[in-house]
């Protein structure tokens, strides 16, 4: 099906998923693979990984620590350390294996895929993330990251992150999460083609499919002096603000789920003709 075919269908689909059920029995025996970048004993993933079980067999490959903001870094020239661990999470049903990983998240995934699973999974899952990754904030993401390395495989595969707040609920993100895995399973993505969901910290207004907002957030140093007196700079992040409600960005602050299908292929053709015509030697 050509891109902009699905992309008109897709959206039709994802507009009406709070009124869907999860999926069908065939879809529950479906092979899940989930990772985060919060580190394996994130609420984020539990809550994941709960939604998910209704659907298949969830096997979870996560970093044993905290690696947010490292992007697509990868672990090498150090040894992966793996643990199978007991489920964090109790479900219904016989659990998948857990394993614990030193390893940046895209590392996580790609050991899990080349290495740990005896089977190639339906789909794989990132998150869900503290803190969203709305705009530009997407080429920063571990969550994103390990979504990606799926991808390159030709996998589909799902980034779930949720707005930082006070309290936290990642019950209703974790809720729409299962339903839009249920249609990703059904309908598959086309190739190479992950989605990245943010979810809202106000009440959930519905789903939008958006582009992503080219808005970068703001970076800030505080210079700061510490007790010995030396001086160091502490970062302090504001994640990024577009008024384009049609943008993941603007659409998240105003209480709607966002899906933006992102590619692999980052290719600029448009450039690519114009640097031709440079006549490099």
Same mark, same amino acid.
């Given at each position: 099906?050509?891109?902009?075919?699905?992309?008109?269908?897709?959206?039709?689909?994802?507009?009406?998923?709070?009124?869907?059920?999860?999926?069908?029995?065939?879809?529950?025996?479906?092979?899940?693979?989930?990772?985060?970048?919060?580190?394996?004993?994130?609420?984020?993933?539990?809550?994941?990984?709960?939604?998910?079980?209704?659907?298949?067999?969830?096997?979870?490959?996560?970093?044993?620590?905290?690696?947010? #903001?490292?992007?697509?870094?990868?672990?090498?020239?150090?040894?992966?350390?793996?643990?199978?661990?007991?489920?964090?999470?109790?479900?219904?049903?016989?659990?998948?294996?857990?394993?614990?990983?030193?390893?940046?998240?895209?590392?996580?995934?790609?050991?899990?895929?080349?290495?740990?699973?005896?089977?190639?999974?339906?789909?794989?899952?990132?998150?869900?993330?503290?803190?969203?990754?709305?705009?530009?904030?997407?080429?920063?993401?571990?969550?994103?990251?390990?979504?990606?390395?799926?991808?390159?495989?030709?996998?589909?595969?799902?980034?779930?992150?949720?707005?930082?707040?006070?309290?936290?609920?990642?019950?209703?993100?974790?809720?729409?999460?299962?339903?839009?895995?249920?249609?990703?399973?059904?309908?598959?993505?086309?190739?190479?083609?992950?989605?990245?969901?943010?979810?809202?910290?106000?009440?959930?207004?519905?789903?939008?499919?958006?582009?992503?907002?080219?808005?970068?957030?703001?970076?800030?140093?505080?210079?700061?002096?510490?007790?010995? #007196?030396?001086?160091?700079?502490?970062?302090?992040?504001?994640?990024?603000?577009?008024?384009?409600?049609?943008?993941?960005?603007?659409?998240?602050?105003?209480?709607?789920?966002?899906?933006?299908?992102?590619?692999?292929?980052?290719?600029?053709?448009?450039?690519?003709?114009?640097?031709?015509?440079?006549?490099?030697?």
């Amino acid at each position: 099906m050509p891109r902009k075919a699905w992309l008109g269908a897709t959206l039709v689909a994802f507009a009406t998923l709070a009124t869907l059920a999860p999926g069908s029995e065939s879809e529950r025996r479906a092979r899940i693979l989930l990772a985060n970048d919060d580190g394996i004993s994130a609420p984020g993933l539990a809550a994941a990984y709960v939604e998910l079980a209704k659907l298949g067999e969830v096997t979870v490959a996560a970093p044993s620590t905290n690696q947010s #903001g490292v992007g697509h870094g990868i672990t090498y020239s150090e040894p992966i350390f793996v643990e199978t661990i007991d489920p964090l999470v109790r479900v219904e049903g016989a659990p998948g294996p857990w394993y614990q990983i030193a390893a940046r998240p895209a590392t996580c995934v790609r050991l899990a895929l080349s290495t740990l699973l005896h089977t190639r999974p339906d789909l794989v899952v990132s998150g869900i993330n503290r803190g969203d990754n709305a705009g530009l904030a997407l080429y920063v993401s571990g969550t994103v990251a390990a979504a990606r390395e799926a991808a390159f495989d030709g996998i589909p595969a799902i980034a779930a992150s949720l707005v930082d707040s006070p309290g936290m609920d990642y019950a209703p993100a974790a809720a729409v999460l299962g339903r839009i895995a249920a249609e990703v399973l059904r309908r598959g993505l086309p190739p190479r083609t992950l989605l990245s969901v943010n979810f809202p910290a106000l009440e959930i207004r519905g789903v939008k499919v958006v582009r992503h907002s080219l808005r970068l957030g703001m970076d800030r140093y505080e210079r700061r002096e510490s007790p010995r #007196g030396r001086l160091y700079f502490w970062n302090v992040w504001d994640p990024p603000a577009d008024p384009d409600p049609e943008t993941d960005a603007g659409a998240l602050a105003l209480g709607w789920v966002t899906v933006t299908p992102l590619r692999i292929d980052a290719n600029d053709e448009s450039a690519i003709r114009v640097l031709r015509g440079w006549e490099l030697r």
